[in-house]
């Protein structure tokens, strides 16, 4: 049952929260199209220190 009092979180808080979690999908989305990426186009990187030439 919702109480009819005061509320208790203030406009900041709630836009702090939202910023939180909007970076935190922002962030989600770049580690997403990381893995894709990764997937899409495997990087073989040769290091050429340890190439028998």
């Not at 709630?14 to 997937?39: P, S």
């Amino acid at each position: 049952m919702a109480s009819s009092g005061k509320k208790k979180t203030t406009m900041a808080k709630l836009n702090r929260e939202n910023r939180v979690r909007e970076r935190r999908a922002e962030k989600q989305a770049k580690k997403d199209a990381r893995k894709r990426a990764a997937v899409e186009q495997p990087d073989v990187a040769v290091d050429p220190l340890l190439s028998d030439d």
